[in-house]
């Protein structure tokens, strides 16, 4: 995979503005920040906008796996320990952990979908 001469970042061919010269192997957001191109010649270049928009929409779909996965590993270190709370601690988790993956599953269509709106 080839790598931009601006930013020395290794991308995909179709992230890099095609022509000679000085537009040779500069990806888009490099060519985009140094006036090479504009933002309608360069299709590929996420703005920050769109790159938070995307950061977003990921935290969003795997908070859930990585709250149960926290929560399992506070479990296993500090709550085995208490009394009453530790039967409550573990029936949240049982229940957080049977209703993630399903969860996950079910929102995988609009999560593409989402995905495909953000993607230029």
Known sequence: MPTCRKCNQTYHQSHFVSGNGP?????????VETGLVTVDEAPQ???DELA?????????????????SAGWILF???????ELWSGV??????????ATPVLHFLGSA???????????
């Open 76 to 82: 296993l270190t500090l709550g085995r320990g208490i």
């Open 45 to 47: 270049f996420y703005s």
């Open 23 to 31: 537009r040779y192997l500069i990806c888009g957001r490099c060519a």
């Open 52 to 68: 938070r928009a995307r950061l977003v929409l990921y935290s969003k779909r795997y908070r859930p796996l990585a709250f149960t």
């Open 110 to 120: 609009r999560f593409k979908a989402e995905l495909s709106r953000l993607t230029p």
């Open 89 to 98: 601690f573990f029936g949240t988790l049982l229940v957080a952990t049977l």
